[in-house]
């Protein structure tokens, strides 16, 4: 998730996805263009697995998700691939 959404910021996404039994589990990876340590200080305090800031590399998410599901399965591919998207 992103903190700066149109509709719902991410700390209220989170919120909300922990009232519900199916989603409570889901893991979440914070995505944010946030840098004031204030701000920071607060997404660490959410039950998020991880925070990245922007602007980011895919590895990093890469790293994050096999951190999160155990094991290393997002291998495929390289930085390359997403040459010109803009992270």
């Known amino acids: 998730t992103d903190i700066n959404m149109p509709e719902m910021d991410g700390f209220t996404f989170i ?7 199916l989603l409570s589990h889901t893991p979440i990876l914070i995505i944010t263009s946030e ?17 990245i800031t922007k602007p980011f590399r895919v590895e990093e998410i890469k790293n994050y998700l096999n951190i999160i ?19």
């Open 15 to 21: 919120d909300e996805m922990f009232k519900h039994d």
């Open 69 to 87: 599901f155990g094991e290393e399965i997002f291998n495929a591919g390289t930085d390359d691939e997403f040459e010109g998207c803009d992270f």
């Open 35 to 51: 840098t004031r340590e204030e701000e920071l200080n607060q997404l660490r305090e959410t039950r998020a697995n991880g925070i």
